[in-house]
Structure formats: structure tokens, C-alpha cells
């Protein structure tokens, strides 16, 4: 056989294959995109998708609402020191919720009494205009 005859079938092979590779590839791009964008990740020529790094609104939102009840219940003459730590994981939590909501707040600034307490119920209302159910009708935790 001459070279001329296996480049003409060669190139008869590329002609009947090629539709039906472009084809595959239109039909399968999504796996195919997936296959070589993890190859692309392993060798270390993409960066790794960010992690979400709070945990997840329902979570955080149960935290509050747990939170909001302790606070509401603590009995007269806890120690300071208990009532300060939980009114610290109440404004870490609302500042997390406010994150995740995309709602401004200034509960990392350093506020202190009546301000600090009418930035958390700014916030609460907030977050409560956001569909985050804090607190029921009356005031008290959902």
C-alpha cells in the first residue's frame, strides 16, 4: 500500500469520525467541562473554589432563637460574667445572619450600652424584615 492511499484512507477515517466527536462533545460538554476542569484543579493551575465559611442560615437562625430564649429566661442574680457571654454569642451570631443576609450592622464596633442594645434590635428588625423569625408577635423567642 502507498502512502498516498493510507494518508486518502486516513483521511476518509478523520471525515466519517469528526461529526460524530463534534457531536459527543456538544451532547456531553457539561461532563466534559466538569473532567477537565478537576484535571486542571489536581495539577494546581486553577484554585480551589472558595469554602463557605459559616455555617449554614437555618443553623445560625436556631442559634439565635436558643440564644434569645436563655437570655429571656435567665434567672435574677446569674453572675454578670454568664449574661456579658451570651449577650457576646447573641451579637456574633446576629453579625453571621446579617453576613449571610447581606444586611449592614455595627456589632463589631465598639458600642456599649443603650447603643449597643439599639444596634442588636435594629438588627434583629433587619433580619426580621429579611424573612429571619428571631423573635414571635409578642417579643419573645420564636
Known amino acids: ?3 498516498a492511499a493510507v494518508v486518502e484512507a486516513a483521511e476518509v477515517g478523520v471525515a466519517l469520525v469528526a461529526p460524530t466527536l ?3 462533545l456538544v451532547v456531553h460538554a457539561g461532563t466534559v467541562a466538569r473532567l477537565v476542569t478537576a484535571l486542571v484543579r489536581r495539577l494546581h493551575l486553577l ?3 472558595p469554602q463557605p465559611v459559616d455555617p449554614p442560615i437555618e443553623r445560625v ?6 440564644i434569645s430564649r ?4 435567665l434567672p435574677p442574680g446569674i453572675p454578670q460574667l454568664r449574661r456579658r457571654a451570651l449577650l457576646l454569642a447573641y451579637d456574633d451570631l446576629l453579625g453571621t445572619a446579617c453576613r449571610a443576609l447581606a444586611i449592614g450592622h455595627e456589632l463589631d ?3 456599649s450600652g443603650w447603643d449597643r ?8 428588625a433587619r433580619l426580621q424584615d429579611a424573612g429571619l423569625q ?8 420564636a
Do not use: K, N, W, Y
Open 109 to 111: 464596633e465598639p458600642l
Open 70 to 73: 436563655e437570655l429571656a429566661s
Open 61 to 66: 437562625a436556631a442559634s439565635l432563637r436558643r
Open 134 to 141: 428571631i423573635r414571635d408577635g409578642r417579643g419573645r423567642a
Open 22 to 24: 463534534v457531536f459527543g
Open 47 to 49: 484554585p480551589e473554589p
Open 117 to 124: 442594645e439599639l444596634e442588636r434590635l435594629r438588627v434583629e
Open 1 to 3: 500500500m502507498s502512502t
